[in-house]
């Protein structure tokens, strides 16, 4: 347990550590970087290329696909840039064929666009739908699972579930059944996008995976 709360803190200085760097580079060369976001650019890629999944609002209407609406924006990038194969790498870190091929056809532009778009966008209202489930989901987002090296899921995505940009996504109001399909995607390693919720995922039985999201879809 101490070990996975030593790389969590690992993880966040070495992110504030890279957001210091980006910002130094973005000075030094401008022209490498995308613009700043336009939304409005992203709404008309959001309708044309998104909507048949997310919604052209991002509130997808069932958990097959995520609630885009409300995320953060540059947690959307960084997913999208994850699903693309990036240098050095034999496959992305998120395979998903459907929308490897859309992240493929997306400039890093056109991601901040869309992403600012949807960031833009109200979350639709969710509610945690099994009252058997919140003593258990309430425990594990609030206190985690001491014996299993659990920590809570508030300490990373917030006691509301709002999460922190980039590393950690909002969790208020997703589609439960979405979360525990990427908690088993994480503790099965076909997600590979984050070393922490791989640790986290695998710990978790699928009971608790349920409880857990469950709740988490209420938290507002």
């Not at 594990?140 to 699972?145: D, M, N, T, V």
Request: with cysteine.
């Amino acid at each position: 347990m101490n070990r996975l709360y030593r790389s969590l803190v690992v993880l966040q200085a070495a992110a504030a550590f890279g957001g210091l760097a980006v910002s130094v580079s973005v000075n030094a060369a401008d022209a490498a970087q995308p613009a700043k976001p336009d939304a409005a650019r992203g709404q008309a890629i959001a309708t044309q290329v998104c909507a048949a999944c997310h919604s052209a609002d991002g509130n997808s209407a069932g958990a097959a696909f995520p609630k885009l609406a409300g995320q953060h924006a540059d947690y959307i990038v960084k997913q999208l840039k994850d699903y693309k194969t990036q240098p050095g790498a034999k496959a992305p870190a998120r395979n998903n064929p459907i929308m490897t091929g859309i992240a493929g056809a997306l400039s890093d532009q056109d991601m901040v666009n869309v992403a600012a778009y949807f960031a833009s966008q109200k979350t639709k209202v969710n509610y945690a739908r099994d009252k058997n489930d919140v003593t258990l989901g309430q425990k594990i987002y609030r206190g985690g699972i001491a014996d299993k090296g659990v920590p809570a899921c508030a300490a990373c995505h917030g006691a509301t579930g709002m999460g922190i940009p980039v590393q950690y996504p909002r969790l208020s109001w997703q589609w439960g059944d979405y979360t525990v399909a990427q908690l088993n995607a994480f503790a099965q390693g076909t997600r590979n996008n984050s070393e922490p919720m791989h640790a986290i995922a695998s710990r978790l039985n699928e009971a608790e995976m349920k409880a857990v999201a469950d709740y988490a879809a209420g938290l507002h």
